[in-house]
């Protein structure tokens, strides 16, 4: 069974830098995307980043371009998000999610179709 374990959240001043980790068990596709969302306090869980196996791309949302990146290990088993010059809006549980197959990438990430969630890690920014 597929399980996606994040982690790295915590407490950063405003211009911080944080670097979250998603760790995937049992994650043996060669056709996936993976990535992050994230949950504002009273607002829906958005996409932030993804990376596409299909065309080797990364997809980021406007608000996180030229500050954040996705990278992975050698084997491929964990996935990273580093999250530079943070702000207070950035402030939010991060989800690192993840979808499978050809069919659906990466329109189906956006859209929040998901195959396989973690669980969240709290990211808060101080002003």
């Known amino acids: 069974e597929v399980q996606l374990q994040a982690s790295g959240g915590g407490l950063v001043k405003t211009g911080g830098s944080l670097k979250l980790s998603c760790t995937a068990s049992?994650?043996?596709?060669?056709?996936?995307?993976i990535g992050w969302f994230r949950q504002a306090p009273g607002k829906e869980r958005e996409w932030v980043i993804l990376?596409?196996?299909?065309?080797?791309?990364?997809y980021y949302a406007d608000f996180v371009k030229g500050r954040f990146t996705i990278s992975s290990d050698n084997a491929k088993t964990t996935v990273y998000l580093q999250m530079n010059s943070l702000k207070p809006e950035d402030t939010a549980v991060y989800y690192c999610?993840?979808?499978?197959?050809?069919?659906?990438?990466?329109?189906?990430?956006?859209?929040?179709?998901?195959?396989?969630w973690g669980q969240g890690t709290q990211v808060t920014v101080s002003s």
């Open positions: 049992e994650f043996g596709f060669d056709d996936y995307a």
């Open positions: 990376f596409s196996s299909i065309d080797g791309r990364t």
């Open positions: 999610a993840a979808i499978v197959g050809i069919m659906g990438i990466p329109t189906r990430f956006f859209g929040g179709d998901i195959d396989y």
